[in-house]
């Protein structure tokens, strides 16, 4: 049974990198897409980017300046780095599993980690 | 950038079918994808690829794609179907993910 666990600090404060891990149980990371989505409280879903296992990358484009995505393949774990928050950046982040070869549907989600942000 | 335009709100009474659509420029030629998300879960695939649906999805869920506007359709809903649904493409043109704004169906 796949499993993703998103961690995190909970709390920001305006300016600093958020740093967020996804860890991949059940299956190796070695295949697939991985994806970061956020969801603002009330609010709906947004993409923030994806990583292959080979480090490949591809992010949102309103978010592209301030986003890096990496991937740790000894560790099966895959991360999101988010410069310069600010409150619009609160957010429940989830971490997904796409396809393998191409870019489909996401088929497994974490269950997601609130991040806040206040000084 | 590629645009996926949902009715805010769809109700319907039990037992009846909910009609979801997703309109976006030549949608018909992208592949959708249909999430439902309960209140506090994350979301769940319930139509892949247009019209597949994941194992353990039940077969009341269905999808049509043609055109500008993609459909989900809920058959004999349920208390349970009640939640918000999206849809998601990829835009290549964009090289990115796409959500709709969602869709809160409600079961009169």
């Known amino acids: 049974q796949v499993q993703l666990q998103e961690s995190g600090p909970g709390l920001m404060k305006p300016s600093e990198t958020l740093s967020l891990t996804c860890t991949v149980s059940?299956?190796?990371?070695?295949?697939?897409?991985w994806s970061w989505i956020r969801q603002p409280p009330g609010k709906g879903l947004e993409w923030i980017g994806y990583?292959?296992?080979?480090?490949?990358?591809k992010s949102s484009p309103s978010l592209k300046s301030r986003v890096t995505i990496s991937v740790d393949t000894s560790k099966n774990e895959f991360s999101l780095k988010l410069t310069s928050v600010t409150a619009a950046d609160a957010a429940l982040y989830y971490c997904?599993?796409?396809?393998?070869?191409?870019?489909?549907?996401?088929?497994?989600w974490g269950q997601g980690t609130m991040v806040s942000v206040s000084s | 950038s590629y645009v996926l335009t949902q009715p805010p709100s769809v109700s319907v009474a039990p037992g009846e079918s909910a009609s979801i659509t997703c309109g976006g420029d030549?949608?018909?030629?992208?592949?959708v994808h249909w999430y439902q998300q309960r209140p506090g879960q994350a979301p769940v695939v319930v139509v892949y690829?247009?019209?597949d649906r994941p194992s353990g999805i039940p077969e009341r869920f269905s999808g049509s794609n043609s055109g500008n506007t993609a459909t989900l359709i809920i058959s004999r809903v349920e208390a349970g179907d009640e939640a918000d649904y999206y849809c998601?493409?990829?835009?290549?043109?964009?090289?990115?993910?796409?959500f709709g704004a969602g869709t809160k169906v409600t079961v009169l």
């Open positions: 997904a599993r796409g396809e393998t070869a191409r870019l489909g549907a996401f088929h497994i």
């Open positions: 059940g299956d190796s990371i070695s295949t697939y897409h």
């Open positions: 990583t292959t296992y080979t480090g490949s990358t």
């Open positions: 030549y949608i018909g030629s992208k592949s």
């Open positions: 690829d247009d019209s």
């Open positions: 998601q493409v990829w835009d290549s043109s964009s090289d990115h993910y796409v």
